[in-house]
């Protein structure tokens, strides 16, 4: 068991580089100090060092998050076993290994972004929608949020070669 817990660590680690070096290019702060970002590609998606992040793992995921959005993560990872138990009949399909999911609140919108590629899962932000957003037109739009951003999930993951 401590070998597969060990796996899980790694891919986990593996997500968070690939999120880290997805987009970034290297950039000045604005406050002068420093001629170069020494986290340009932590930046686009808020995955900061500086962050106190913490962990919930349930049977079928593993939600990652900064301390302050604990209570929204935990509401974010039963929705998530919610979407799992609808799934998985429907996809006629079990994902074999826990899914990731990282929760970040840098963004001005309610969106998240999926990828299955080497079981990476999923980044959801917590932006709550603006009343113009078509998000916002739901009445639970982080339940929304999560079941979409499964869905892709549940689609990707399927798919061979």
């Known amino acids: 068991m401590k070998t597969k817990g060990m796996i899980s660590k790694v891919i986990q680690s593996v997500f968070a580089v690939c999120c880290l070096s997805w987009i970034g290019s290297t950039s000045g702060w604005s406050n002068g100090l420093l001629a170069v970002n020494p986290f340009p590609s932590a930046d686009p998606f808020g995955i900061s060092p ?10 079928h995921f593993r939600v990652s998050f900064p301390e302050e959005f604990t209570p929204v993560a935990q509401r974010v990872t039963n929705l998530y076993e919610e979407a799992h ?14 899914t ?20 990476l899962g999923m980044v959801l932000w917590m932006t709550p929608p603006e009343s113009w957003q078509n998000v916002s ?11 979409h951003e499964y869905t892709h999930f549940m689609n990707m993951d399927t798919t061979y070669g």
């Open 137 to 147: 037109y739901y009445d639970d739009w982080l339940r929304m949020l999560v079941f």
């Open 85 to 98: 138990s609808q799934y998985v009949p429907l996809f006629r399909w079990n994902p074999s290994q826990k």
């Open 100 to 119: 990731s999911v990282i929760l970040l609140d840098n963004r001005d919108s309610a969106n998240g972004t999926t990828s299955a590629l080497g079981r």
């Open 50 to 59: 500086f962050h106190h992040w913490k962990t919930i793992e349930s049977e």
